[in-house]
């Protein structure tokens, strides 16, 4: 399938549930006949590559969730989480690429930002300009009290001097605009609200990434240092022209994405539980395929219905997003279920492979290294279980105190 789907904001800018369906099954066969095939092209090279990349530009991928007003698809959250679902059935490389985009950025626009900056913004967001999310820090990563990136008055102007340097950042190599958080006060009550965030182009003088970091699996997906040295932004760099509110639209910006890892990690483990079913079929071991044996069996049925349960987890939470209802709980409970449920499924899979699973020729192992950052990225299985607590806690609290 070399010619791109039509982009969705062209097509029919309400994206009614028909032509969303219509939209989901071209993106699903473009998944399998084009991305799939592929990802000997991406492992090799480290790299999703620019034609694919231009194309995915060409359907509108990067701004999905971009209001219509602004030019874009204007998908709700369970759509998607949808779109996020069908791209992260092929390699993590092609999700990680314009996620960012359409999760972190544009929540954050959307909950923060002014009305200039979503006109100035969103639209570079439609066309493909790639976002990365400065949060965490060499110290700090949901522990906002110690971030160390501080951004100060510019003496010469109305605008801010910002300097530091932020860890693990997705997308930061090829990003053109990063938002980065700040210390723009010592310490401020409420909590957090020392953290204001900026949005900072990433051709701005002072500011450098370092080398791509060496990791464990998703190959072509990038992750490195920023470093800024007195960078000097405008004073409308500061999201929502108002400072104190970068930590609370960074949080309400990682449920979005928390949706999104969720959503990866489910799509991840059907794609490993298929693999291992094919497997299961085609090896023989005692003259018969291994499928008809008890063990690989219960192996297949456990991960086919954690799978199911967390398909019903994203639905359900994407569902309440749309209805307006506070989700901060819910998006971290999917999260958590989703990315440990994959864990245990690839772990499966490698197991249904035997030998096999343990060698580099065969997918079980790409899949095992793949998934396991899952686990970790926004927000830990023991972060969110922390914050999950919190929330229970305070509902009982609420009821009973």
């Known amino acids: ?38 990802e000997k092209d991406v492992i090799e090279n480290d790299r999703v590559p620019e034609d694919i990349l231009n194309e995915m530009r060409e359907m509108g991928l990067f701004g999905i969730s971009v209001p219509q007003e602004y030019g874009g698809a204007g998908l709700n959250t369970r759509q998607y989480a949808r779109v996020v ?5 092929a390699a993590p490389a092609f999700r990680s690429i314009f996620s960012i985009n359409i999760g972190m950025f544009a929540s954050a626009l959307k909950n923060g930002g002014t009305e ?16 990365c999310f400065g949060l965490t820090e060499p110290g700090s990563g949901s522990d906002s009290a110690a971030m160390q990136t501080t951004a100060v008055p510019d003496p010469d102007g109305n605008g801010w001097i910002l300097n530091g340097s932020k860890r693990y950042i997705t997308n ?13 006060e010592k310490e401020a009550l409420p909590k957090n609200a020392h953290v204001s965030a900026f949005i900072v182009p990433m051709d701005t003088p002072g500011i450098s990434t370092g080398s791509p970091d060496k990791k464990m699996g998703q190959a072509g997906s990038h992750i490195s240092d920023i470093m800024l040295d007195d960078v000097k932004v ?5 999201l929502g022209g108002e400072t104190g509110q970068g930590f609370r639209f960074a949080m309400q910006s990682l449920d979005n994405g928390r949706i999104s890892v969720g959503a990866a990690a489910t799509a991840y483990a059907r794609r490993a539980l298929d693999s291992a079913l094919r497997y299961a079929n085609e090896r023989k071991a005692f003259g018969e395929p291994i499928a008809r044996f008890q063990l690989i069996q219960a192996m297949l049925a456990d991960s086919e219905t954690e799978i199911y349960a967390a398909e019903c987890m994203m639905k359900d939470v994407t569902e309440r997003v749309d ?29 249904i492979y035997g030998g096999a699973g343990y060698l580099a020729e065969y997918d079980a192992e790409r899949f095992y290294r793949d ?16 914050q999950i607590a919190k929330h229970m806690l305070r509902e009982w609290e609420k009821v009973h105190g």
């Open 1 to 38: 399938m070399n010619a791109p789907i039509a982009n969705p904001a062209r097509t029919n800018p309400g994206m009614d549930e028909e032509t969303f369906e219509q939209f989901a099954e071209q993106l699903q066969r473009y998944v399998r006949e084009r991305l799939i095939p592929a």
């Open 172 to 184: 930061a190599p090829r990003a053109d605009v990063a938002l980065i958080m700040a210390r723009t």
């Open 116 to 131: 200039a900056q979503r006109q100035e913004w969103y639209p570079k967001l439609i066309e493909g300009r790639i976002a």
């Open 234 to 238: 405008p004073g409308d760099a500061l």
């Open 323 to 351: 209805r307006g209802e506070n989700t901060i709980a819910k998006a971290a409970a999917f999260k958590v279920f989703a990315s440990e449920m994959c864990g245990r499924v690839v772990d499966r899979v490698v197991q």
């Open 85 to 89: 679902n069908i791209m992260s059935y």
């Open 371 to 386: 998934a396991r950052i899952y686990r970790i990225y926004e927000g830990t299985t023991q972060i969110l279980q922390l």
